[in-house]
C-alpha cells in the first residue's frame, strides 16, 4: 500500500517550465512600444485638448475636455491595431494599464499646458475697496486694491477725477498683491470723487474697475442736544453717522477733553451721556466724534478714520456724579482678517481623479 502511494507521488512530480527566452524579449518589446505609444498619444491628445480649451467658454469647457480624453481611449486601441502591435494575449489587466498610461500622461500635459507660461486665458484680479466710501473734509480716504495675475503684472494706473473735473494720479505702495493709495483732498472739496483701477499682465489681458466715494460735511453730525446746551448727568447725547460710510461696519467713538468714550448704537443714531470718564462737571466739555473703518483682503487688514469735521462744546452743571463711569462697550464690529481659502476646480478634481486611479491600479498589481 505504501509503495502504491510512493508510486502515485512520484508520478505527480513538479516540473519547472522551459524559459522561452525569444517570447519574453518580444513581450517586452511589445510592451515597450505601447507604453511609448500611450505616452506620445496621452501629450498629443493633450496638445489637442489644449487648443480646443481655449477656445471654450470657462462654464463648461473642463467636462467637455475630460469627456475627450476618456473617448480617446477607444482610439488607442484602434491606434495599436493599425500599427500591427499584437495585443491578442492582452489581459483586462494589460489594458487597464495601457489606458491608465494614456490617461494619466494626457492630464498631466494637459494641466501643464493650460497654465502658465504655456497659456493665460484670464485677465488680472483686481479687488477695489474704499476706506471709507464717504469722508468728512480735513480727512483722507485710502484707496487698496488687492491686484493678482497667474502670468504677471505688466501696469497699474490708478486715476481720481475731482468734482471740479480736475485728474489725479497718486503714488501707492505695495505689501505684497495689496496696493494702497491715499487721497488727501488738501482743498478740502466736497462731492463725489470716481475712482479708475486699470491693470494690465504681461499677455495684454486687461481689467479696468471703477468706483466712488463722498466727501460731505454732514458724514457725522449732532443730533442732540444743540451745541453748547448745558448738560447734566443723565443728558443724552447723540449723534448720526451716515451708512455710507462703510457697508463693511464702523466703530463709533468721541473724545471729550482727551479722554475717549465709545458711542452705544440706539436705533438709527449713536448716543452717550456725561456719566462717563472725561466730562467735567461744571466745565465747558470739548467733544469731537470719529468713525472707524476697516477693510480686510484675506489677511491684510487697511484701517482709516473719519473725523468729524464739527466740534462740540457742551457745559456740564456742577454735578459730582459726572465723569464717574467707566466707557462703555462697543457693540460695533468691524471686518477680522482671515486666511486665504482655495476652491478646487475642475482641474483640481481631475488630478485628484487621477491619483485615485493610480493607487487603485498600483493595488490591484498587487
Same mark, same amino acid.
Given at each position: 500500500m505504501a509503495k502504491r502511494r510512493k508510486e502515485k507521488e512520484e508520478e505527480y512530480k513538479f516540473k519547472?517550465?522551459?524559459?522561452?527566452?525569444?517570447?519574453f524579449v518580444r513581450k517586452e518589446r511589445r510592451n515597450a512600444k505601447v507604453t511609448f505609444i500611450s505616452f506620445i498619444f496621452g501629450v498629443f491628445i493633450a496638445i489637442v485638448s489644449q487648443v480646443l480649451w481655449a477656445g471654450m467658454s470657462p462654464s463648461y469647457r473642463w467636462p467637455l475636455i475630460f469627456l475627450l480624453g476618456l473617448s480617446m481611449m477607444s482610439i488607442l486601441k484602434y491606434i495599436l491595431i493599425k500599427l500591427n502591435i499584437d495585443t491578442s494575449d492582452f489581459g483586462r489587466k494589460e489594458w487597464i494599464g495601457t489606458f491608465f498610461t494614456y490617461f494619466f500622461t494626457w492630464l498631466v500635459a494637459l494641466i501643464i499646458l493650460v497654465n502658465p507660461p504655456f497659456y493665460d486665458g484670464s485677465a488680472p484680479v483686481a479687488d477695489l475697496a474704499l476706506i471709507p466710501e464717504m469722508q468728512e473734509p480735513g480727512g483722507n480716504v485710502t484707496i487698496a486694491a488687492y491686484i493678482?495675475?497667474?502670468?504677471?503684472?505688466?501696469?497699474?494706473?490708478?486715476?481720481?477725477?475731482?468734482?471740479?473735473?480736475?485728474? $489725479?494720479? /497718486?503714488?501707492?505702495?505695495?505689501?505684497?498683491? $495689496?496696493?494702497?493709495w491715499v487721497y488727501e483732498n488738501d482743498n478740502n472739496l466736497t462731492g463725489n470723487f470716481t475712482v479708475t483701477l486699470s491693470v494690465e499682465d504681461i499677455n495684454g489681458y486687461k481689467v479696468e474697475t471703477n468706483k466712488t466715494f463722498r466727501y460731505s460735511k454732514n458724514v457725522i453730525r449732532l443730533l442732540y442736544p444743540e451745541n453748547g446746551t448745558k448738560v447734566n448727568y443723565g443728558t443724552p447725547i447723540r449723534f448720526y453717522f451716515d451708512n455710507g460710510i462703510s457697508s463693511e461696519g464702523?466703530?463709533?467713538?468721541?473724545?471729550?477733553?482727551?479722554i475717549?468714550?465709545?458711542?452705544?448704537?440706539?436705533?438709527?443714531?449713536?448716543?452717550? #451721556?456725561?456719566m462717563y470718564y472725561g466730562w467735567r462737571a461744571g466745565e465747558n466739555n470739548s467733544i469731537r466724534v470719529f468713525a472707524k473703518v476697516r477693510h480686510c483682503f484675506y489677511d491684510k487688514c487697511i484701517n482709516n478714520t473719519v473725523a468729524d469735521s464739527s466740534y462740540y462744546i457742551f457745559p456740564a452743571e456742577d454735578d459730582p456724579s459726572i465723569g464717574t463711569r467707566e466707557s462703555p462697550e462697543s457693540n460695533a464690529k468691524l471686518?477680522?482678517?482671515?486666511?486665504? #481659502?482655495?476652491? /478646487?476646480?475642475?482641474?483640481?478634481?481631475?488630478?485628484?481623479?487621477?491619483?485615485?486611479?493610480?493607487?487603485?491600479?498600483?493595488r490591484r498589481r498587487k
Open positions: 519547472i517550465p522551459e524559459f522561452d527566452e525569444k517570447e493678482a495675475d497667474n502670468a504677471g503684472i505688466k501696469s497699474i494706473n490708478l486715476s481720481i477725477k475731482e468734482p471740479n473735473g480736475k485728474m $489725479v494720479y /497718486p503714488d501707492y505702495r505695495q505689501d505684497r498683491n $495689496v496696493f494702497v464702523i466703530f463709533t467713538y468721541y473724545e471729550v477733553n482727551g475717549t468714550v465709545n458711542l452705544t448704537k440706539s436705533g438709527e443714531f449713536y448716543e452717550s #451721556s456725561p471686518p477680522q482678517p482671515h486666511p486665504v #481659502s482655495m476652491i /478646487p476646480g475642475f482641474g483640481s478634481l481631475l488630478t485628484i481623479i487621477a491619483i485615485i486611479t493610480i493607487a487603485l491600479f498600483m
